[in-house]
Structures are given as C-alpha cells and as structure tokens.
Nanobody, 116 residues
Framework: QVQLVESGGGLVQSGGSLRLSCAAS????????MAWYRQAPGKQRELVAT???????IYADSVKARFTISRNNAKNTVYLQMTTLKPEDTAVYYC??????????WGQGTQVTVSS
C-alpha cells in the first residue's frame, strides 16, 4: 500500500533553513508527480510546490526563490529545501502523491515552526 512519511520539521529562527524529506513506498515512485502542501492554524491547506515525474517544478508565489523541491528516485524520496524562513511559513507540511494516481494519498505531516 502507498505510504508517505515526512521528516525534517522543527523549530527554527526567522531567516533560517530546514530540509523536509518524504520517504515513499508502495508504488513506482519515479512514475508519479509529488507535491508538498502546508496548513497553518485556522487556515486551509495550500499547495507549496510540485515536482512532476519529468522533474518540472511549480511553486506557490509565497515561496518562490526561497524553497526548492527535488526528488531522488533511487531513494524514493522527495525533498523540500526551505531557506530564508519567515514566521508565516509556520505550518504542518504534508507530502502528497500526485498524478497519475486517482487516489488521495497524504503523509502524516511534519510541523515547521519559525520564530520571529
């Protein structure tokens, strides 16, 4: 079965960096798009970044030039490198399996807290 396990969250000061990882299993990782979402308290879950199976990347305007999504198909892992973090980046970050799946597969989330 599909499993997505995020790690790498934590507490960091404003301006700092973190790298999130999402280890995937249960499917042919290299054939699927992957995405990172986040949900801040009291807000809707929002798309942060997507990487296609062909390694095309798309970012939310709020994170462009600060965050980088990448993937290592040999390790079945997708990453989110976050730099110049701001307090408004505080959220639970989720990994999601993208197309061509028709299912709705999410990781359990990892908390990122940015202190001012």
């Amino acid at each position: 079965q599909v499993q997505l396990v995020e790690s790498g969250g934590g507490l960091v000061q404003s301006g700092g960096s973190l790298r999130l990882s999402c280890a995937a299993s249960g499917f042919i990782f290299g054939a699927y798009d992957m995405a990172w979402y986040r949900q801040a308290p009291g807000k809707q879950r929002e798309l942060v970044a997507t990487i296609t199976s062909g390694r095309l990347t798309i970012y939310a305007d709020s994170v462009k030039a600060r965050f980088t999504i990448s993937r290592n198909n040999a390790k079945n892992t997708v990453y989110l490198q976050m730099t110049t973090l701001k307090p408004e980046d505080t959220a639970v970050y989720y990994c999601k399996l993208g197309p061509p799946t028709r299912g709705n597969y999410w990781g359990q989330g990892t908390q990122v807290t940015v202190s001012s």
